[in-house]
């Protein structure tokens, strides 16, 4: 089992940034690809970025693509998403999430986290 768990979220203005965090805790060397994905009210669960937990290699969604940036503390065991030039169409609950898949392409997750707000005013 792998636990993961989410902070940082907020209520921000458009233009600002956030920097969100995932503690990741358990079976973490089974988690080999670990991702961000965010649901906004009404809409479908949508992926943002993905990033190998051993090679550092990254994946963006288009609207991601130059604004966020997704990390990782292999010693701190935690994820991070840092968020640039918020937009109102960023609001969203955002979840961090583990696969065992070896691609960052994958959208086969095993592990979810609870979620964390994130609302971008105009």
């Known amino acids: 089992q792998v636990q993961l768990v989410e902070s940082g979220g907020g209520l921000v203005q458009a233009g600002d940034s956030l920097r969100l965090s995932c503690a990741v805790s358990?079976?973490?060397?089974?988690?080999?690809?670990m991702g961000w994905f965010r649901q906004a009210p009404g809409k479908e669960r949508e992926f943002v970025a993905s990033?190998?937990?051993?090679?550092?290699?990254?994946y963006y969604a288009d609207s991601a693509k130059g604004r966020f940036i997704i990390s990782r503390d292999n010693a701190e065991n935690t994820l991070y998403l840092q968020m640039n030039s918020l937009k109102p169409e960023d609001t969203a609950v955002y979840y961090c999430?583990?696969?065992?898949?070896?691609?960052?392409?994958?959208?086969?997750?095993?592990?979810w986290g609870q979620g964390t707000q994130v609302t971008v005013s105009s």
């Open positions: 990033i190998s937990w051993i090679s550092g290699g990254t």
């Open positions: 358990g079976r973490t060397f089974s988690s080999r690809v």
């Open positions: 999430a583990a696969s065992q898949s070896i691609t960052l392409v994958t959208m086969n997750y095993a592990y």
